[in-house]
């Protein structure tokens, strides 16, 4: 995963973005896949989160 800065997305400090990064490999990835396009799980992809906010991630996570 790289950092692709979007700007609909939330700002992140460098630190930030990577703690996300640990947390979405080790809870996330093995049903969303390594690219978030979805596998057992749903697709991940700022497409469909950008426009949803940062709380309906935070209920997810």
Same mark, same amino acid.
């Given at each position: =995963?790289?950092?692709? &800065?979007?700007?609909?997305?939330?700002? =992140?400090?460098?630190?930030? +973005?990577? @703690?996300?990064?640990? &947390?979405? +490999?080790?809870?996330?990835?093995?049903?969303?896949?390594? $690219? @978030?396009?979805?596998?057992t799980?749903?697709? $991940?992809?700022?497409? %469909?989160?950008v426009?949803?906010?940062?709380?309906? $991630?935070?209920? %997810?996570?």
């Amino acid at each position: =995963m790289h950092r692709n &800065i979007d700007p609909r997305a939330p700002a =992140m400090k460098e630190a930030e +973005f990577e @703690r996300g990064r640990q &947390i979405y +490999f080790e809870r996330c990835a093995g049903c969303h896949g390594v $690219l @978030r396009k979805g596998a057992t799980g749903k697709p $991940l992809t700022p497409d %469909i989160t950008v426009g949803k906010g940062t709380d309906y $991630l935070k209920v %997810i996570s």
